[in-house]
């Protein structure tokens, strides 16, 4: 990441937004122990992978996409809102600074 850096939120996702080196999108999605065990965290992050490939995501961004608790037993479609909201919220963010 370079230039300025952003974080935006909500129940269950963490989204961390900053202008990328290069013109596509980079993700990485993680999960930490505060979610749960090793299959909770998979579950976790299978989920928001399913998420993300669900609509086209902003050109030119860095972005890390956390796992918070109850992710893996979130209903499907509100955790999707939820990881597409946070990351508009956190690219809106990085435009503006």
């Given at each position: 990441?370079?230039?300025a850096?952003?974080?935006a939120g909500s129940?269950?996702?963490?989204v961390h937004a900053g202008r990328g080196a290069?013109?596509?999108?980079r993700v990485?999605?993680?999960a930490g122990r505060r979610v749960g065990?090793?299959?909770?965290?998979n579950t976790a992050k299978r989920r928001i992978r399913a998420a993300l490939r669900e609509q086209p995501l902003p050109r030119g961004y860095d972005l890390v996409v956390s796992g918070k608790t109850?992710?893996?037993?979130a209903p499907y479609g509100q955790l999707r809102d939820e990881v597409h909201q946070s990351i508009s919220r956190a690219t809106?963010?990085?435009r503006l600074s």
């Open positions: 990441m370079i230039g850096r952003c974080a129940r269950h996702v963490l290069v013109d596509h999108t990485a999605v993680v065990n090793a299959v909770m965290r109850g992710a893996d037993r809106a963010r990085v």
